[in-house]
């Protein structure tokens, strides 16, 4: 099976820009070029890759799949070529995460990683679906909060057990206990994040099930709960990653922890992705001794 890098390119192209003309502008092919590349790639591989309309094109499931795949290979070979030429040194380890990394213990963590690792710099990022970027080769490390599938294509490791905590408006009846419980949350409208997969209306029991209000990103969800619209149910590393003048976090009595889990590609797309999940682990031991 003669598939080229060129082949790749193409459909990893195509997977960004989703037209022809655009895929071909940015690898500075002409159109008709690029769409014979594309037919190479499938009549070589004996699937449709790409569903193609008059206005856009498309991936089929194997096109994602492949796309996936060929973003981490051109991401390692450029990464190899790199370090083979000498010329910038080892890249940095890209940590993803999509609220909030490690809570308090990530600015330790780093500092400490720092410390052991200067040549390695973490590249910290913050993104709607950490998973999607680790299966497509642009993370290397995330924090997840939700545990990837078995088919994801990823390892994962559990770090920590975070207690869930209540966010409520500055100011809110609420503020004047050290503690709530969810029943105290019943009569409220609860702001649910749909980028954050930790909090739903099934963690409430049966008959006791707020309202509920969906919000796009963790900068909507502080502000409806800052401005009273709303209350919320997060990870108790929310609260350090997120603080906000309008916003008070409490402890949430009788709700299950969240687990924190490191997760990675099964075949690790950054040589010291082993290390950085073994200082984690140490980070947190030594932090636990400690309280």
């Known amino acids: 099976m003669n598939v080229e890098l060129r082949h790749l390119r193409a459909l990893v192209a195509i997977d960004e820009e989703r037209t022809i003309t655009d895929a ?37 499931g194997a096109g994602q799949r492949l796309s996936e795949h060929a973003r981490r290979i051109l991401g390692q070979l450029d990464d190899a070529l790199s370090e083979a030429s000498g010329r910038n040194g080892p ?28 040549r390695i710099p973490v590249e910290v990022r913050r993104l709607d679906d950490p998973e999607a970027a680790l299966r497509r080769g642009e993370a290397d490390v995330a924090f997840l909060r939700t545990r990837p599938a078995d088919d994801s294509g ?42 954050a997969a ?25 502000t409806v709960i800052a401005t009273g619209e709303a209350v919320g149910v997060t990870a108790e590393g929310t609260s350090h990653h997120h603080l906000h003048p309008g916003v008070r976090y409490l402890p949430l009595t009788d709700a ?28 947190l031991r030594r932090a636990d001794a400690t309280r």
């Open 198 to 222: 930790t909090t739903g209306a099934d963690l409430w029991p049966e008959g006791l099930t707020p309202r509920t209000l969906s919000v796009p990103g963790v900068d909507e969800w502080l």
């Open 24 to 60: 071909a502008i940015a690898l500075h092919l002409s159109q008709p070029a690029l769409s014979r590349t594309l037919e190479q790639l499938e009549s070589r591989l004996g699937v449709r890759l790409v569903e193609r309309t008059t206005r856009r094109l498309a991936l089929t």
């Open 91 to 118: 890249r940095p380890l890209r940590l993803a995460f999509a609220w909030a990394a490690l809570g308090r213990h990530t600015v330790p963590l780093l500092r400490d990683w720092r410390e052991r690792h200067p």
């Open 256 to 283: 299950a922890p969240v687990t924190v889990h490191l997760a990675r590609p099964a075949v690790p797309t950054h040589t010291a992705t082993e290390a950085f999940l073994r200082l984690a682990q140490q980070h």
């Open 154 to 195: 990823l390892r994962y490791t559990a770090l920590a057990q975070e207690r869930r905590v209540a966010a409520v408006p500055e100011g809110h009846r609420l503020t004047e206990r050290d503690a709530v419980a969810l029943a105290d949350l019943t009569d409220e409208v609860v702001a649910l994040c749909t980028t």
